[in-house]
């Protein structure tokens, strides 16, 4: 299928987890004609990805550690004046294993997944004001649409980041700021890689960030894909006895 055209040019981006997976498939589409500024954990790794895109803006932000907050609120102001969309995207996922329970997933979970997008928008909320047609964009799951099993932490605070932007939708709007969430299924990224559990409907990040970038053109306030993932998860509500036992049966395997 050829990539359509997306309308989104001319504008100062900022993207967090922007340097592999879906983050560097949204990169290589919107640096073509936008000011894009990325953020990742590692130097050396936004390092790199200056090298692939030359024109690209970088800022090193891990964005649990609230510590840094005021660090890239000062580099962004340095680069620009506005900050046009932020695409909330950075994250991780660890499952729990109930036999041997690392109860500090639950923490670590919280600490990217949620409390990183509050920590971004807190960085960058100045510098969104100032644009003459702000949007925010922030990467949920639909993981959070039923209960899968050892996604306790990752579920739960990508259910906080959903609610979070939807209630940030409603104070946001009196700046004008528009909201979208983005619920993708399964994506082939390298945190997806590690999973040993099929995955229905698996796309490439490229085809995930082509979806979500048409999304964020026409400024959806949420957004979930792909439909037939969005079906299924929907059919286990209807039915959370046999989703429930669907769910018990893969731990027996």
């Known amino acids: 299928m050829t990539p359509q055209s997306i309308a989104i040019k001319n504008e100062t981006i900022w993207i ?9 498939a949204l990169t290589e589409r919107l640096t073509q004609e936008n000011k894009v500024i990325v953020s990742a954990r590692s130097a050396d790794t936004l390092a790199a990805l200056k090298d692939t895109f030359p024109n690209i803006h970088t800022i090193a932000f891990d964005v649990s550690d609230k510590t840094q907050i005021n660090r890239v609120a000062d580099e962004l102001s340095q680069i620009t004046d506005y900050l046009d969309r932020v695409i909330l995207n950075a994250g991780s996922c660890e499952y729990l294993h109930i036999n041997e329970p690392d109860w500090l997933i639950m923490d670590r979970m919280m600490q990217v997944n949620f409390l990183g997008m509050v920590h971004s928008l807190q960085a960058s909320l100045p510098l969104l004001k100032k644009a003459k047609s702000p949007h925010l964009i922030g990467v949920s799951s639909l993981a959070i649409a039923a209960p899968f099993t050892q996604a306790e932490g990752y579920g739960a605070s990508k ?8 209630s940030m939708r409603i104070d946001l709007s009196q700046f004008n700021i528009a909201v979208t ?8 990224t390298p945190l997806t890689q590690k999973n040993t559990f099929f995955m229905p409907f698996l796309m490439s990040s490229e085809q995930a960030a082509q979806r979500m970038l048409l999304a964020i053109a026409k400024r959806h306030i949420r957004y979930a894909f792909p439909k037939r993932l969005v079906a299924m998860l929907w059919v286990a509500n209807i039915f959370p006895k046999a989703w429930l036992k669907l769910q018990s049966n893969s731990l027996k395997k």
């Not at 967090?16 to 560097?24: C, D, E, L, N, V």
């Not at 259910?159 to 939807?166: E, K, P």
């Not at 969430?181 to 082939?188: E, R, Y």
């Open 181 to 188: 969430s983005l619920l993708p299924g399964f994506v082939d």
């Open 159 to 166: 259910a906080a980041a959903q609610y979070w932007l939807d």
């Open 16 to 24: 967090t987890g922007g340097s592999s997976g879906i983050g560097y």
